[in-house]
């Protein structure tokens, strides 16, 4: 690290709030030795209160960017001075560019997961889908999934702060995508079981299973799953979580955490922020070898 961090180094950050345990900073600081450019990636410890304040050191400080992850994907949206179609419609940020002080907002997650699912061969367009979570994440898997071809997509949240956002999805989604979007409340577990049984893929986009949820999960019961099915659980810290012990007991094919996901976003955010493509291969070994 000393012997590449200068004068001329260019910042980039993550803000979100825990983040201690984020892979971020090891999959692009990695990708940036790697390509030899003279970039740094920390991460930063931010909750909604503290953000105005740091987004606008972005600005003052002359970052390239960030990204920005729970609990700010949707209060960052005032903040910034341009939205990306995609982000507008999804209402959720984790990318943000630095065009000479002009902020920009992007969403890479739905990318990042539609093409973690395309790396291992899988494919839901024309299947049914079954989501937990209507949050920043969430909404842009739901959105992006929607748009790529996916037939139905069935939204669980509790009725909380998120459960406008989840009836705000299955809107845009009914309006201006061929696939169909019901939301349904969580507490109605029966409902829930019913849904995951008749889909192709069951992802939890909630924090769920990691700090400091660690060890929980909202499906306890493994006959809820099908061995033919998809369990895509978008924590990957820690890199085995409840929900995937639940769907391995069930016997079921396909199980997977969020580090596909996390890298494919990355390498998008990557590209926007440094216009070069993220040695992604090379990143994938780096993470998936890492036994922490």
Sequence with gaps: MKDRIDGHTILIGLMAYPIRHSMSPTMHNSAFVKLGLNYAYLAFEVEND???DAIQGIRALRLRGSNISMPNKQKVIPLLDKLDPVAEMVG??????????VLTGYTTDGTGFMKSLQDEDLNIIGRKMTLAGAGGAGTAIAIQAAM??????????????QWENALRNAKIINEKTDCKAN????????????????????????????????GKSLINDPSIFHKDMIVYDTVYAPRTTKLMEVAEEANVEHVFNGLGMMLEQGAEAFKLWTGKEMPVDYIRELLFNDDK
Excluded at 92 to 101: C, F, H, K, Q
């Design 183 to 214: 939301v349904f409340d969580i507490a109605d577990q029966e409902t829930f079981k019913k849904e995951i049984a008749d889909s192709y893929i069951y992802c939890d986009s909630t924090g769920v299973g990691m700090k400091p949820l660690e």
């Design 92 to 101: 959720a940020v984790n990318t943000v560019v630095n065009d000479d002080g």
């Design 148 to 161: 790529d071809g996916v037939k139905e997509i069935s939204i669980f949240n509790r009725k909380d702060d």
């Design 50 to 52: 503290q953000l105005p």
